[in-house]
């Protein structure tokens, strides 16, 4: 078998564009993978493009093979544009390979460990706050609105929920962002009394909603320094968080944040690859690993899960994306033993389960695998090319 082109299709997901890999074979055989290019990484698609040509007459099945030449490629650049580039083609490559095979690709790493992956719906309020009208769903305005999403949250069986955190501004929540330089407070990244005090309404609002048996996760990203993440930490911790997220690029950092005991922290979402995962691990500076498979490839991402393991720490996997990234996050999340939950997004915009064959099945906030070979699923290229673009 050999692979024989490489294409790259894009389609409007309403706040952002949905990008996906398909590489094609001599067989006939189909693979497919996800990515996104608004997450700070314009440019993506050309060095998806650009290294996929060396793909080109290889057999997909030697994906170890193919992994190491085009790590030995962006050897003098790794991570970030990279990185993602070659997670994108690997993804394909696992999907074209487990089809072949006529197996899901979990079975291609010893089989699941579970069918039933427990989710936590991600984004909650921040979407609904920003995009409502697209959704077609009722805004989020006021912390009443939050308490209500709670309880949706709640009555739609969902056993966890991890926000954003929201400003209350004179009774009108607004988005809180610095970190990603779009609201006030970049570039110094400094916590003050509003902060804090919105932090803590919001999580009772949530906690109000949902009740004493939903998870709650609060994520911070990267909007604070040290002393910041550490403040926003003592906080919440009335709140009786699951995890606190947060983003912060000096593992030791971190490491102390989490050793002041106000909560346990979850973080590691933008760290690419064993080798820089293993400085949080051997700080001890995270309760649970995060990792994007879409942004590591299945490979790494199975390797980074492993080397978790072996510091007795879980995963969770990081899903920002559609629902093709999310099927492949699924399945990743059946084959790692040391699994503590899966990030999904409940609010997609109506058309985006359109994009895949077989969407997602949830049954009371857990995702059901599916036995499909592959991902589970399959791209609808008539859909996609429906729903050109926007300019943005």
Known sequence: MKITALETLHADAGWYTISFVKLSTDEGLVGWSEYRTDAGNAGLTAVIEGLGRLLVGADPRQIEQIDALLRARTRQAPGGLNSQAVAALLNALFDVKAHALGVPVSALFGGQVRTRIPLYWSHCGSYRLRHAQVLGVEPVRTLDDIVRLGAEVRQRGFGALKASILLDDQGQLRSFGPGFGWSPGFPELN????????????????????????????????????????????????????????????????????????????????????????SYLDLQAVDVAIIDVNWNGFLEAVKMASLADSYDVNVATHSYGGCLGECISAQFAAAVPNLRIMEIDVDHVP????????????????????????WGTGINEEAVRAYPPARR
């Open 351 to 374: 058309w985006a389960r359109e994009f895949v064959t077989h969407p997602p099945v949830i049954e009371d906030g857990v995702l059901v695998l599916s036995d499909r070979p592959g």
């Open 191 to 278: 916590v003050d009394r509003q902060v804090l005090q919105s932090v803590d309404q919001l999580l009772a609002a949530f906690r109000e909603g949902a009740g004493n048996d939903v998870m709650l996760m609060l994520d911070a990203n990267c909007h604070f320094r040290p002393e910041g993440a550490w403040q926003i930490a003592r906080a919440v911790a009335p709140h009786d968080l699951t995890w606190l997220e947060i983003d912060l690029p000096e593992p030791a950092a971190l490491a102390a944040v989490r050793r002041a005991g106000h909560c346990p922290v979850a973080s590691c979402e933008a760290v690419y690859g064993r080798r820089a995962l293993r």
